[in-house]
């Protein structure tokens, strides 16, 4: 048995706190790679292990969360990972000496939610960090602040062969009682221990209140050991600075409940400091571990039926299908850039007229605000019965943001759905706004249609499936091609259901889109916009990036202005919709500076004619 282990057999292990945390407060900025710091600032992280050790810690963690390939990869730092681990246990293990043990601390890879299957590429990263770790002369391995039990479980596999020292598997949870796939803590715990666990826990994301409550209420194994490392409460920000709410004092309290739950090592996570320790220290000093006592078994009783219960809505013909079926228009109007919404309705409901199958609403274009398109898809819907088909860009918001965005469009069945980069806020009309890019547009794609299998983007069961069909833009307009229809592809693996092209003004592209792209087998709408005059076909083909107008389009706009110019618009247009719907029967009409007139006639010209 290893030295750990063996006086966890009758002894509390104090454990240290949070290594960015004093780093932060020692005056290394927010944002930087505290784990780089092992290379080139030593002194300063070993300064903080011995802090922690001063203040009581029997365990000291080395500086190596995140010090992974995959997250120094955002340094460009991926070459050093196995310097700064091997060099993070050396510094440990220098200010340990032989009155603590030390940790080397692994964590998650990923941060998102990801399927086992795709975490394989993973397995190396996880040997990688193990391998330098154990080099440097660590006592044991913590695999912690893993929110999914999969990869924790997978982190287990690889470092379990390569070790017989003691591992501490801890997953640091959403909400007291289960994991952020949804897995009861019981069941996880249970897991972690028949996969090579010696000691099970949780860390990080709740403080102690919250993690008390999951032991409190979940099995343990019969022989394992238990180790919590909580947060200082929830982070706060103001007057320019991050802080935590919990006191030392509370934590040592905290500390022989946890005691009474049977824990054997007790530590602190993010925001707690030297103080938290040293307090925990001295209520702990002289006192000897508890023996865990499981509470009861939870019976199971099956749910009442609820009488609110609400089946799901019946399956309905969707613009993929009816463009499977058949021509199918749909026509974009921009929402409006004030209060005003009249002329926009009266604008949609002749387009409706007209023959469109659906509006679809532009999301603040050219990054200038624009009324939300939320909105005006609800009041079509509920109001006009309009289809609406909602632009949804990867600019304007995080991914807590367009999660509950998306949610919010499944309550109010709204399914149609186009995701796009979104231009950058310094075109627009507030310049100085943060452009957000949490994901790209592919990563988009692939997260809504986890929505639709009932999975958050965090990995948590939703209840039900959302019904997303999901449109992807495709701009042929690009010095290389094939390079853009290679994009297009992988738009369609990660699970777009339709294409819309940016606007074409050239028979010989139309052409050239359906002959490259035959192998494709979902929908593509072909997008036209008519042009209004000679200045803006001049602006379009040289100052808007993705559209290119033909010379002949050019030419025929030469000198053209108000009526004039919008009657040779809509008469170009037309020629370009004869020879598009012969290849395609998807039309993206887009609408210009809300003359939608124009657009209502040009909708009408493709509709069949009707029997006398």
Do not use: W
């Not at 994901?439 to 019904?467: C, D, H, W, Y």
């Amino acid at each position: 048995m290893s030295a750990l282990l063996e006086k966890l057999t009758h002894s509390l292990i104090v454990g240290d706190g949070a290594m960015a945390t004093q780093l932060y407060k020692l005056g290394v900025p927010a944002g930087i790679c505290c784990q780089e710091l092992c290379l080139s600032n030593p002194a300063l992280v070993r300064s903080v292990h011995t802090s922690y050790l001063e203040a009581g810690a029997d365990l000291l963690e080395t500086n190596t969360f995140g010090a992974n390939r995959n997250s120094l990869s955002r340094y460009g730092l991926e070459k050093e990972a196995p310097s700064i681990n091997r060099t993070a246990a050396l510094l440990a293990r220098e200010a340990a000496g032989d009155r603590a043990f030390v940790a080397g601390a692994i964590s998650s890879v990923h941060t998102g939610h990801i399927r086992i299957q795709s975490m394989r590429p993973y397995r190396d990263q996880f040997e990688e960090q193990a391998l330098a770790l154990l080099d440097g002369g660590v006592d044991a391995l913590l695999l912690e602040t893993f929110l999914d039990l999969d990869e924790l479980l997978l982190a287990l596999d690889v470092t379990r062969a390569l070790t017989s020292l003691p591992l501490i598997a801890q997953l640091a949870t959403p909400e007291a009682g289960q994991t952020r796939d949804g897995i009861p803590i019981s069941d996880a715990f249970q897991q972690l221990k028949q996969a090579g666990a010696d000691i099970v826990g949780l860390n990080c994301r709740l403080g102690p209140s919250e993690m008390l409550r999951t032991l409190e209420e979940c099995q343990i194994p019969a022989d394992a050991f238990l180790s919590v490392f909580p947060n200082a409460g929830y982070l706060d920000y103001a007057d320019g600075e991050f802080t935590y709410t919990s006191s030392p004092a509370y934590f040592a309290e905290s500390a022989l409940r946890f005691r009474e739950q049977g824990v054997r090592i007790i530590g602190g996570c993010c925001g707690t400091t030297p103080d938290h320790i040293r307090a925990m220290r001295a209520a702990l000093d002289g006192l000897a571990p508890m023996p865990r006592l499981n509470p009861a078994p939870a019976a199971k009783i099956p749910p009442p039926p609820s009488p609110l219960h609400v089946a799901p809505p019946p399956k309905k013909e969707t613009l993929v299908d009816q463009a499977q079926r058949g021509l199918t228009v749909i026509v974009e109007l921009d929402p409006p850039k004030d209060l005003r919404t009249g002329e926009f309705l009266r604008g949609c409901r002749a387009l409706q007229s007209a023959g469109a199958a659906a509006i679809t609403l532009a999301e603040n274009s050219l990054a200038s605000v624009r009324m939300s398109n939320l909105a005006l898809g609800t009041i079509l819907k509920n109001s006009y019965g309009i289809e609406p088909l909602l632009h949804l860009t990867c600019r304007d918001r995080n991914l807590i943001g367009q999660q509950s965005h998306l949610m919010g469009l499944y309550a109010l069945g709204i399914d149609h759905i186009l995701i796009i980069t979104g231009d950058p806020t310094r075109i627009g009309d507030l310049p100085g706004s943060s452009s957000v890019f949490d994901v790209n547009s592919f990563e988009m794609i692939r997260l809504t249609k986890q929505l639709n299998e009932g999975v958050s983007f965090s990995g948590r069961p939703l209840q039900r499936q959302a019904n997303f069909v999901i449109g992807a833009a495709f701009n042929p307009y690009v010095h290389h091609f094939e390079a853009s229809l290679k994009r297009l592809e992988r738009k369609i693996a990660a699970g777009a259901d339709f294409i819309m092209t940016q606007p074409i003004y050239d028979p010989e592209m139309i052409l050239r889109i359906h002959e490259t792209t035959r192998h494709l087998d979902i929908p593509i709408f072909i997008g036209l916009m008519p042009l209004t005059g000679q200045r803006n076909a001049e602006f379009l083909h040289h100052e808007v990036p993705g559209i290119q107008l033909s010379p002949e389009s050019l030419e025929r706009m030469r000198g053209l202005s108000g009526a004039a110019g919008r009657r040779e618009g809509v008469k170009l247009c037309r020629e370009l919709l004869d020879v598009a719907v012969r290849y395609f029967h998807g039309i993206y009409l887009i609408t210009p500076f809300q003359h939608y007139d124009m657009t209502a006639e040009l909708t009408a010209y493709l509709q069949p004619p009707t029997s006398t």
